[in-house]
């Protein structure tokens, strides 16, 4: 939380007996808190944390997580200290240790022998989160890339593919959000599915800052959760019908004559020219041979089409006929004009009854924020996560877009953004660091991993190594990876602190260092623009290494070390001097090494300011007819999958959502001694009705079970759950369970519209249960 007693203090000013030595270095386990401590090491292990200090005190904070990882992970008597090769069937337990020479002898061998039988490409790897910095990063896909291999993409596969994949379409850029500390000064503030107290607990002050000022906090979300809790109004939708509600607020608007018509019809697509024929954009080369690729649009100023950077008056609504270049007509509307008639079949009350509201919340909501200036929109993860979870996202911009919203300060829609988002996806990816030797792999999807492999399509995939990934318990349908693809892959290798559920099947298993025991690293804030350097407060336990000295030590053992041979300073030095951001890269080693240094923004940083958008068409895209084959050119509702109304419910009537909790990273923490005090056991939460309904009470055990699979585990009966819904906080183990584990009833359903704007994403929300005694 964040340091509100005391400020931190100086290393001349902390006197500890029996301290050794005190290191300012980065708590980062992809919580996006990337919180700056100060590590006090006596006989080198931590005993303590503090709050490093920061150029802006309001980022001064630490958690439970955070002294949880650093006093009782580091050490823990689970952590893997040495390589270990399988000595048994994969699954059985049973391994032998090895040295390092040995370990890379054993993967150079089958690396370069499936390479040899059935391409490069066959050898794959997939890498997270769990190690959230530059260098660690990196690591995998340069050795991928080295070794001419296959890097499967992890957006997707993590469940948050649909929000920068959905904001490149709409914005032109995959993040984008505000300061925190720029809440303040809003008048009303929307989180949808935003869960800041768990999930963003250190930036949870500054909703209380804006509040303080006079914000009203809105929290749509099923669960009471935590911060609905603090919300001056809680609207508690059916899970997956957040399109629904955004779309109700849209009509709510039309119905009162709220759309600002000048802004939609200067920044946005909606007055261009659609084709009656094929709901494709009128091109200039459509009306004449040398005409080329420019968007048409109506010019009232000169009563003529003309390109749509050249109008000086377009117009918003109205319809056609042109002449194309063949010699004959057709119809065409502005994109407006399409996008109101579909709007048209969609009413508050339709949005009410999906969404199990009263229309006037909706209707009350939609013109008050198209009313109140400023107002922001914060998206949390949880809309996305869902068949048609990309929709939510690109309602909120269009929510937005029609009131004005965006590029106002204090108001704007907002996922998330900060220095790490900017420095991955800002970064230029045929640089040494990404691409060495000018040696380039291949891409595919990760949420088609599974099927990639069992197939052999697009071509074989022989190996699979994953680092930093919690596989066994944050994806989609483990038992099927045992039972179907583990037996088609020659190698599978994991990088790992501790024996999780996927290393248990690993053919080989490598010891990796957490961040505290890094060398060095830069670090990115993960909702904040800090930039900061991550340095070694420990030495490595055992054997450890970091992921990049280990693919370091591969390629040195196959004769191909040579762009690895660099000090971890020399690696942080070339990726700020390289980088393809220029705030980045303005920021040097030394300047890191006296503290953090926040990227140079403006104050208040305003995303969108000057309405210029880095779209093909350089406004926002309302209208998308890269959707047009999958009838969502313009913004519609699709019911969810497994939803409420679908002949499924019948026999599965819960919907299954996962929470983050506010004392774990996903599996990170849960282990944890402090962290079991207050998690001591995987919970399903459950409505006092629905229980009842089922004979269930607080406490007893229950199956979960859907046509995928099940699991057993306690239920806790409370009114934070909304009826017809049920949670249960993710990141536990399979033996956390009575029996089974909840990613066996998981949905994994691809979407190719979500394909075709970047890939699809794992929709582990959209997913029907029934629950009984068990």
């Not at 292990?45 to 992970?73: H, N």
């Not at 994991?494 to 830069?522: G, H, K, N, R, W």
Request: negative net charge.
């Amino acid at each position: 939380m964040p340091n509100t007693t005391m400020p931190p203090r100086s290393d001349a000013e902390i006197e500890e007996p029996g301290i050794d030595r005190i290191v300012r270095t980065v708590c980062a386990p992809n919580c996006s808190g990337t919180c700056g401590v100060k590590a006090f090491v006596r006989d080198d292990r931590i005993v303590k944390l503090e709050p490093a200090s920061y150029p802006d005190p309001r980022y001064e904070r630490i958690c439970l997580k955070g002294i949880a990882m650093a006093t009782q992970r580091l050490h823990g008597p689970d952590r893997l200290s040495q390589p270990m090769i399988r000595a048994g069937a994969r699954g059985e337990g049973k391994w032998r240790e090895v040295s390092w020479e040995e370990a890379y002898a054993f993967l150079a061998e089958k690396l370069e022998r499936i390479a040899a039988q059935y391409g490069p490409s066959a050898n794959s790897w997939m890498s997270m989160t769990g190690n959230y910095s530059i260098k660690s990063s990196l690591a995998p896909m340069r050795i991928a890339n080295q070794l001419e291999g296959t890097t499967f993409s992890n957006m997707g596969m993590m469940g948050d593919g649909n929000c920068p994949a959905t904001m490149l379409a709409f914005l032109g850029v995959m993040s984008s959000a505000q300061r925190y500390e720029d809440h303040v000064g809003s008048k009303l503030i929307i989180l949808v599915a935003k869960n800041v107290a768990d999930t963003a607990h250190s930036e949870m002050h500054f909703l209380f800052e804006a509040m303080d000022a006079g914000a009203k906090l809105v929290a749509i979300d099923p669960r009471f959760s935590r911060t609905a809790a603090k919300a001056d109004q809680w609207i508690s939708i059916r899970p997956g019908t957040d399109t629904a509600m955004l779309m109700g607020m849209i009509a709510a608007i039309r119905e009162g004559g709220l759309i600002d018509e000048p802004y939609v019809t200067a920044n946005t697509n909606a007055p261009f020219l659609v084709r009656s024929d094929n709901g494709m954009f009128l091109r200039a080369g459509d009306l004449k041979e040398d005409g080329g690729n420019a968007y048409l649009v109506w010019d009232d100023e000169s009563a003529s089409i003309v390109p749509s950077r050249e109008a000086l008056r377009p117009r918003l609504r109205g319809a056609i006929e042109v002449s194309l270049r063949d010699g004959t007509t057709l119809g065409c509307r502005t994109a407006f004009d399409v996008q109101e008639a579909d709007w048209d079949g969609f009413s508050i009350e339709e949005a009410a009854d999906l969404c199990g509201l009263d229309a006037d919340t909706i209707r009350q909501l939609g013109i008050e924020y198209a009313r109140t200036d400023p107002a922001t929109i914060i998206l949390g993860q949880g809309v996305q996560r869902y068949f048609n979870g990309h929709t939510a996202f690109r309602a909120a911009m269009t929510l937005g877009a029609l009131c004005g919203k965006i590029g106002k300060p204090h108001a704007g829609v907002h996922w998330m953004d900060g220095a790490m988002l900017q420095m991955v996806t800002a970064l230029d990816f045929a640089s040494q660091w990404v691409v060495p030797d000018g040696k380039v792999g291949g891409t595919l999807p990760g949420t088609r991993m599974m099927d990639i492999i069992t197939s052999g399509h697009p071509h074989p995939v022989k190996s699979l190594w994953l680092t930093k990934y919690g596989f066994g318990t944050q994806a989609p349908l483990f038992k099927r990876f045992v039972k179907e693809v583990l037996p088609e892959l020659d190698l599978f290798a994991v990088t790992e602190q501790v024996m999780t559920p996927a290393a248990e099947y690993a053919d080989i298993v490598l010891p990796c260092v957490s961040f505290l025991e890094e060398e060095l690293d830069i670090v990115g804030g993960g909702e904040n623009f800090y930039v900061q350097l991550r340095q070694r407060a420990v030495p490595p336990v055992g054997q450890s290494r970091s992921d990049w000295e280990i693919f370091a030590g591969l390629m040195e053992h196959m004769g191909r070390g040579g762009p690895w041979r660099m000090s971890a300073e020399e690696v942080c030095e070339g990726i700020l001097r390289d980088h393809g951001h220029p705030l980045i890269r303005a920021i040097t080693l030394d300047q890191l090494r006296e503290g953090p240094v926040e990227m140079a923004l403006p104050t208040p940083y305003v995303p969108f300011q000057d309405l210029q958008f880095p779209t093909a068409s350089g406004k926002m895209h309302i209208y998308q007819e890269e959707l047009a084959e999958f009838g969502e050119a313009t913004l519609v509702f699709k019911e969810p999958l497994e939803g409420h109304r679908s002949k499924l419910s019948r026999r599965y009537p819960l919907t299954l959502i996962n929470s983050h909790h506010v004392h774990s990273v996903h599996s990170q923490h849960l282990g944890l001694g402090y962290i079991r005090e207050q998690l001591p056991e995987p919970r399903l939460e459950i409505h006092p009705e629905d229980a009842r309904q089922r004979g269930i009470a607080d406490g007893d055990a229950v199956r979960v079970f859907n046509d995928r699979g099940h699991f057993k585990v306690r239920i806790t009966v409370t009114e934070a759950m909304r009826r017809g819904s049920v949670n249960l906080p993710q990141g536990w183990k399979r033996e956390d369970f009575i029996e089974g584990h909840h990613s066996d009833v998981m949905n994994l359903t691809i979407n190719p519209a979500q394909d075709r704007l970047m890939e699809s994403n794992f929709n582990f929300f959209d997913n029907l249960v029934e629950v009984e005694k068990a």
